[in-house]
């Protein structure tokens, strides 16, 4: 009887080992800033914003998620059409276990769930989400870019190269089907009609392409921008280092490499993108920059979890 308990103790284990790492690693970092602040003190930099910018920033936030799942509804119009708080359902709790879990292992939740909601093939899901992350990057560096032509001394070449590279998917996308005719040529039979599946994850025509890149242009443009604002509000300087903050952040949680709920890497990404851009690395300055990015990771994950929610309210499962 007892062998038979820790087998199945042993299995529970295995099967939640994501979610066993995640909870440790969120309760440890809690105690962790305790130690090094205390949670009062944190919490006393919210009460110093108020409440209604704090609620403003908040349902920003949410906001963006909307456009997020926009974006898919318009990807998958056959599929979604007249579904779409189901989708946002679908995106909020993909959008939660991408955060929550580590290393991207999040991300396989979302071929799964719009296979079972929709119906819509692995393949082809799993392609969509590849090229929205490629999107999601290229909007980020785009924005990053702007940051430093800023500073830089040549503008007029800065601006033509972050032009070039602003159009380069459209271009890339125009390449597609040759490139994919060249492949189908070459490969065997079986990773062909691998391939084709592969193909129908992508956008069908330009005009589609151009809204998913619009959307993936709005959605960070917006969130960046709530988020630099929120370090200002915190007493982050200058105002570029509350941009390069946000934007450090924000490709933290875009890379492959991510904690459990984004504790540490997502405050230390704001923390190296702040530094970057001129805030200070040491003394009040540097303590206060590091208070603000726990704060503003705070943020992000009530954000999540108060979108996931609002989705499960809207749209409850049958």
């Known amino acids: 009887m007892n062998a038979g308990e ?24 809690a105690a962790f800033i305790q130690w090094i602040w205390g949670w009062p003190v944190l919490l006393r930099q919210w009460a110093g914003i108020g409440l209604v910018p704090v609620l403003s920033a908040l349902l920003l936030l949410v906001g963006t998620y909307f456009i997020r799942c926009y974006r898919i509804y318009d990807y998958f119009p056959n599929e979604t059409h007249g579904r779409f708080l189901s989708l946002l359902r679908v995106t909020q709790v993909h959008n939660l276990l991408n955060i929550m879990l580590p290393f991207r292992a999040g991300e396989t939740s979302f071929p799964i769930l719009m296979r079972s909601e929709f119906a819509v093939p692995l393949t082809r899901s799993t392609s969509a989400l590849l090229l929205m992350r490629l999107l999601d990057l290229h909007a980020l560096f785009a924005a990053a870019g702007i940051g430093l032509i800023i500073g830089g001394d040549n ?24 490139a994919l005719a060249v492949l189908q040529r ?3 039979e079986k990773l062909g009609r691998f391939l084709i599946e592969v193909e129908a994850g992508l956008p069908a025509n330009a005009p589609v392409f151009v809204r998913a890149w619009l959307m993936t242009v709005l959605n960070w443009s917006t969130k960046v921008a709530v988020l630099a604002w929120v370090l200002a509000t915190m007493g982050v300087l200058p105002l570029a280092a509350c941009f390069g903050g946000a934007l450090g952040g924000e490709l933290s949680s875009v890379l492959p490499v991510h904690a459990p709920a984004g504790v540490g890497t997502y405050p230390a990404g704001i923390t190296a993108g702040a530094i970057s851009f001129g805030a200070p690395a040491k003394g009040a300055a540097f303590d206060l920059l590091a208070s603000a990015s726990v704060n503003a990771h705070l943020l992000i994950v009530v954000s999540a979890v108060a979108g996931t929610l609002l989705s499960i309210l809207l749209s409850p499962r049958r």
């Open 6 to 29: 820790d087998a199945s103790r042993g299995s529970w284990l295995v099967r939640n080992r994501m979610a066993a790492l995640s909870l440790v690693t969120v309760i440890a970092y």
């Open 155 to 178: 503008q007029a070449l800065g601006w033509l190269l972050w032009g070039l590279f602003l159009v380069s998917p459209l271009a890339l996308f125009l390449l597609k089907g040759h």
């Open 186 to 188: 070459r490969l065997p």
